[in-house]
């Protein structure tokens, strides 16, 4: 159901759980992506992953990353 070459990149940090849960659901999907992985200056933190798919950057709650990930992976096959 998706375009399996859609161009998923996945930009975490150590700290961030719903990184290491978006990266699970995304291998669950069987969605291929490349990982990037972030640093932050002391003092400062991201708690939510920051996915790009095919240079559309997608931000914020687990859920809503996951539903806007599969959208965006079916409008390429759709479209």
Not at 35 to 59: C, F, K, M, N, W
Request: hydrophobic share 35%.
């Amino acid at each position: 159901m998706t375009r399996m070459n859609s161009a998923v990149t996945l930009y975490t940090t150590p700290e961030c759980s719903d990184c290491n849960l978006l990266k699970g659901w995304l291998k669950q999907m069987g969605i291929p992506f490349d990982e990037r992985q972030l640093s932050y200056p002391t003092g400062t933190r991201r708690s939510d992953p920051l996915t790009v798919v095919d240079g559309h950057a997608i931000s914020g709650p687990l859920g809503e990353q996951k539903r806007a990930i599969f959208e965006a992976l079916t409008m390429t096959v759709l479209g």
